[in-house]
């Protein structure tokens, strides 16, 4: 490539200067690879483009997954109330006969009788949906399981061992759904 280089009387420096042929040729690969530039641009547009619609269709899925899973879980809760709710109802329907009963009967064993035969259906309600009461008297202690209350020193009693229970605790699937209140032996 020759390249014709005039200085300019002017100018302290020699500036190239470039033929017209070569200037031709320059523009054919500048043209060229503008136009290579620009198809890249293009396809880079729309390849961000689709990228964007993408990840707004993703979006939209997620929200939808999102807002039905709620429904879902409001649903499958209501229907469990409804069934536990469902199987305490005749244990109330009982309580509402043994209260009318009481005020007809002057006799206590009655009274004791229909308050017993409560009790055992309340319990029976429990067992059928899976709550199963914590056992403690004369266990050992186990914080997971007793809340306790109160420590006695006695020597009759091995140590560390639940001696009394206060008040019922109750478990549901393997989770304590209310600790055991006892008095431990120290």
Do not use: W
């Not at 031709?24 to 198809?39: R, Y």
């Not at 639940?162 to 209310?178: A, D, H, L, M």
Request: with cysteine; aromatic share 6%.
């Amino acid at each position: 490539m020759s390249e014709e280089i005039k200085s300019t009387e002017n100018e302290e420096e020699k500036i190239p200067v470039i033929s017209e042929d070569e200037m031709k040729k320059t523009d054919k690969k500048e043209k060229k690879q503008i136009k290579k530039l620009e198809k890249k641009v293009n396809e880079l547009e729309e390849k961000s483009k689709e990228s964007v619609e993408s990840f707004q269709r993703l979006a939209a899925e997620f929200d939808n997954f999102r807002k039905r899973t709620i429904k879902e879980k409001d649903q499958i809760y209501t229907i469990a109330t409804n069934d536990v709710i469902e199987n305490f109802l005749p244990v109330i329907d009982n309580m509402e006969t043994a209260n009318k009963s009481v005020h007809k009967s002057n006799e206590i064993a009655d009274v004791l009788k229909g308050f017993e035969l409560v009790y055992r259906q309340f319990n029976e309600v429990l067992e059928k949906i899976g709550v199963e009461p914590i056992e403690c008297v004369d266990e050992d202690f186990d914080p997971e399981l007793h809340n306790a209350v109160m420590h006695i020193e006695d020597e009759k009693y091995e140590q560390n061992k639940v001696i009394e229970e206060f008040q019922k605790g109750y478990i549901y699937k393997g989770k304590v759904i209310r600790h055991s209140m006892v008095k431990v032996a120290n």
